[in-house]
């Protein structure tokens, strides 16, 4: 890309200024102090996710790309860092809910400074830098769903339980019948290829070898969840992991995070505040632990993360225009996936893998190399992605990771069984 | 008092309103942000002091004295009520921090309705109920500099290190040379009459047996406490209580709070902002067991609270008029407390006695009786006030308490010595 | 003393003598596996216990005063000291329980070589180490009471409730009726004599001044304890001090420590194994918390120290030999305390007070002088001694103190009342 | 199997007998003391494990399928299951350490009770009851290998290290070179058959994928960690894992575990007391994260389970005769392994693989399907077999498991590559 090229016409650019506002949008809704909140050490304030997102823009493009780039705030980068130790020392993460300074406005006014200086520079940066740029506003769409689980968090420790948005019309009628899906058997190919952006656990493209099996032709339902809470199962040990039963005891986990029960009737709190329980949705905020036991109790169990993708591949929503999707929360077409529904953008699926890097795994060079793969230890893989991922960010060859016990994120899971 | 008076003749009126601007001017340099942040589970947000405060009036007076009073909001009584389990249920402690709302704006909306109906219903109100009005507007006192202490260990969570209010000029010269004033011996009284408020835990008046002794002209110094460590007077265990020396172990203590080495200075953070120590001026935010080292160190002892209070009921400054003072923290006047320098006004002052009833102390009747009567365990009692503490509010009577391991308040010591 | 007396005509070495023979006493009951069991960090496995009374005087007397000894094992000093920090670094004391070597055989061993070189020195040493020698013997029948209370907590933890001895007949009838007597009021002394042996806390001998105030001719029986369960006392926060409710609801507590229910009765296990509550003996293992509440809730209040002490006096038991009393539990005579009964040797009874150095006190010198001062932080004073305690240990200055949660001794109540 | 066969005949028989032998002989060097000692709650005394593997055959073979068999004790089932929630409530699992009662002597007699019972009952047991007899046996045998890790792991915790055993001679001379093995390449058969005795977790045998890779000859030497530690691989946060830091970082972990510095020198504590280390054998009592930072250090990775199997499977051990072996620690052959060493019976070699169920895994039924099913989380899978495995227990398909951080059993790795 020539440097002389007008910003606008560089898609890059297009594609970063697109990214960037959906976060100010999101952002929209909140006073200072609600993006002050830091609900729990897992979770971060609004305000740090804004800033913590631009200070990588500012970090690893700006100051290491850009001559005369001048630090908004030379204290910043403590404040904002994540946990890059090649960056560095930082705050401590469980106090990032102690910042009411920098203010929300300070912080609009970080962002476009930034802004304003990767506008200015992406046409004119070399390939590789450019690649850092995705990288980033990947990392920024990221933040973005991160933004939403943890105001959620926030607020639901609120006795007044604010609303962050305005309830949408609920759905009707039933969820369609389970029906089991086959799925493809013997060598498949797995992982992103080297064509777009991936993130590096994604790859390297590899074959992997897989047994006879089916897949549920939907998630596990709120309603289905019912009935497993009233079939006991969540005091019947048996069902459930060693690990997984110490903690549903430790935490006395009765239902989903954020349920409540209102006389008879279960309510949930969510970022359209208190609602009724919708029977035929897909049940989430769940943990990996809730997602076996619910497994075994229905006689199947999770799907590998493999069965997953090679079923998922041919339905792909990145197969369209990224930079058109970038940031919607679209709803999904009417039928995708086929046989084979809410494989995209509906809840996190719990699978049965453990995160892992894939034969001939290389991490990324350099601090930025810390992304993903330090994180491979004690963290299952999750696949498809939520309501609240941005449309863009949706892909088949993706691999989210919590740890077991995690339920803050929209997680819920579908059921696999041997063929 | 005849319900016809005019409010603004009456002085409990004139006193309640005096009181509570003070509180909202405390809360002024402050945003909605900085008044949600909660530093740890025994500090408050200032939000919450603001509304609690107003609770104690709502609760104790409006609701349950005034005919036709509606509550502000019936979902706040459930955030606002501290640890009154006479009152219910209540939000636990320490998640006070998550309460971005009701916004600063709405508590001071509240604040406002409460004070509207307060100040109408003052002048009617039976005299058992006023004296409720007088013990709320003691307990808003004491909030006052809980409001302070609080902010300042808020602030001090942030690296940005935020000042929140402008530094006054440090004061110059070396301290006055500490000399030794001999105590009261004998039979003394000890404790509040009947006469003017006083919170139960200093009634009744009795008679106490005190022995030869002397105290401390003035309090220990900065720069005597400069001297304590230069000396090894935290790493050596023999001059620490068994507690006191888990306690310095385990949090690394090896300065008073908020103190930070500057290469070769010693610097403190305050409300003021981070700034260098100023060697004449009283130590303080210290702990008992530090308090109690540095005693042992000296070769003398912390005083008695009897002791304490016998020397300085001379120069007892509640004797003026309190509403002049209501809301002041006006400077000492020089030479107040005579031989006796420092006795009210500057640091809370460790005393070697626990907080314990009083003989024939009786605790107040219902909700309110919960007051200080539960608190006696535990914890120390501390005599004359700090530079955070409204001026009305100080007397020779006043017995302030923490646990001995607290020293986010202004806490200093005196020495005294057997005689 | 004239070093070539023979040995066995020096009292000293008889009073030696005779307490540690009770120590190993103590001890024979117990197995090799019993006797290194350590059921928490607080109490010591009862090997522990008669290697650390032997290593007392093999330290402080042999070591330190006799030319010539020789350590039993260089290696045991670290096992063995408790918690002098003048004497280095020692074993971590929550791993106690880690010391299955050396064995039981091995420490009576090291007793029988300390024994034998004490016998041989006593007779010739100084009055100030005689002092010592006294202290050890005090010390060492401290740990006598220990090791019961501690082996007993061991035996609790198992499921197959193994009685250390054999059950005694229990007694019949019911407690005496309870009477208020009348206090004494005015300046009293109190404390020991500079005359015979009291630890440094005791002392100095002190005049203090009391109240008008009446004391329960008796202790708190368990038939009155199961009337306070059977009217919620346990439930019932505002009979409790903050910090104690905090640790009732923490610890669920919902009767003394050892009780269960069997059916519809109480059950107790004690040395003597599962036993039914006997209504008319005194309550035992109960908290201070526990203590303050029932008071509370029987209208009444706990003693001082004082006000105990200043009752005891004219029945101590002390007055008699000490020699012959030694190594006995005998019972306590009948009547003993006039019309006050139980005032020594039954349970140790919580005061008011918190445990805090007389006026004037001076800690012993030397490492000895860690003995008690350190420890007065956070602790409340028991007075007149329990069925575990050695007669000849029974005095009325003697200051036992444990923090307000402990209840594994054998710890009890006395009503008291302002006068 | 005829009912009337003499059971000496029976091979099960003398199978049974022989392995219940080596536990005892385990035992013998221990005091009753020492058989008590429970180190930390994840290992258990050895009169435990001595016990709790006799309760499995009383449970399972004798209560439930032998005809007017007693139960020895009613009342120690309670004491002696492990974690089989089906067996219903249990004694708390760190609370083992109380058991002084039973005895030593006790449960040695419990055993010959269940020896007796057992050997006159198998040789008329239907078949599926002689597989749990082999179940209980491999069980048995994996408590052998538990017994010598936790009472190292106890002796640790004694300052005077007293020895399990008598030191072997020690290896002279270097280690081989570590050589690239190439390992094998595309689908291959994991898993044991259905011939023969294994765990449910080891089946059902399945095809896998493997993509070209090699494997280190040898495991690493402590020759070679001792470089890692001088290189500052305990100080260099790039080389772990996130959670591996945080675990190093917390734990403080410099060295592997029971090493320790002589000045110069580096010790371990070992069976064998405290012995200088041996440079050219195997590094072992080293966590996951551990030998993760040290691969990555090394430039390579751990291998696969399945790439472990894959070559491990023509020198498996196990091919001859299971009776034989069945008590010996034995040498391994010189030369196992062909190019190949150390594949068995040295250290248990950390894998990149996280235990979870093979494709097609059905858990046992029954109680005894608690066996291993339901540790499929958090944990990493070893393969190979340590010096305390006993022979007979070593096979290619053997997956031992333990979470990351653990470090108390003869662990250890060997690198791999991608090919």
Request: a negative charge.
């Amino acid at each position: 890309m020539a440097s002389n090229a007008r910003p606008e016409a560089d898609p890059l650019v297009i594609f970063y200024l697109v990214v960037r506002r959906l976060s100010e949008a999101l952002a929209a809704p909140l006073s200072d102090a609600d993006a002050t909140l830091q609900p729990n050490p897992e979770a971060s304030p609004a305000k740090w996710h804004l800033a913590h997102i631009s200070w990588f823009f500012e970090t690893f493009v700006l100051r290491d790309h850009v001559p005369d780039y001048r630090l908004f705030d030379a204290a910043w980068p403590f404040l904002f860092n994540s946990y890059y130790d090649g960056e560095g020392e930082r705050h401590a993460r469980p106090r990032r809910g102690m910042l009411s300074r920098p203010t929300l406005d300070g912080i609009l006014a970080y962002r476009r400074h930034v802004d304003s200086a990767m506008a200015a520079a992406i046409p004119g940066l070399p390939a590789a830098v450019r690649e850092l740029v995705t990288l980033g506003l990947n990392h920024e769409q990221q933040h973005q769903e991160l933004l939403l689980t943890d105001i959620l968090a926030a607020f639901a420790e609120n006795p007044l339980a604010p609303a962050y948005s305005t309830p949408k019309p609920q759905g009707r009628g039933d969820a369609p019948p389970l029906e089991w899906i086959e799925g493809r058997t013997g060598i498949v190919e797995i992982g992103a290829s080297n064509e777009g952006f991936a993130f590096d656990a994604e790859r390297p493209r590899h074959r992997t070898l897989l047994h006879p099996h089916a897949l549920a032709s939907r998630c596990v339902t709120n309603g289905e969840w019912i009935e497993f809470i009233a079939d006991g199962g969540y005091r019947t040990c048996t069902l459930w992991l060693s690990d997984g039963w110490a903690w549903a005891t430790g935490e006395a986990a009765s239902a989903p995070l954020y349920w409540r029960r209102n006389e008879a009737n279960w309510q949930r709190f969510g970022l359209d505040g208190v609602q009724p329980i919708e029977p035929a949705a897909p049940v989430t905020h769940i943990s990996y632990y809730e997602a076996d036991a619910y497994a075994r109790w229905a006689g199947a169990r999770l799907p590998t993360e493999f069965e997953w993708e090679a079923a998922a591949v041919h339905h792909d929503p990145s197969s369209g225009n990224q930079l058109d999707d970038a940031g919607a929360f679209a709803p999904r077409p009417a039928g995708a996936g086929g046989a084979l529904r809410q494989m995209f953008g509906d809840v996190w699926e719990w699978t049965a893998s453990a995160f892992l890097p894939y034969p001939g795994f290389v991490p990324a060079e350099g601090t930025v190399g810390e992304y993903n793969g330090k994180f491979m230890s004690g963290q299952m893989v999750l696949r498809g992605g939520s309501c609240a991922t941005p449309r863009g960010h949706l892909r088949a060859s993706y691999r989210n990771f919590f740890a077991p016990h995690h339920r803050w994120q929209f997680t819920g899971l579908r059921l696999a069984r041997d063929g």
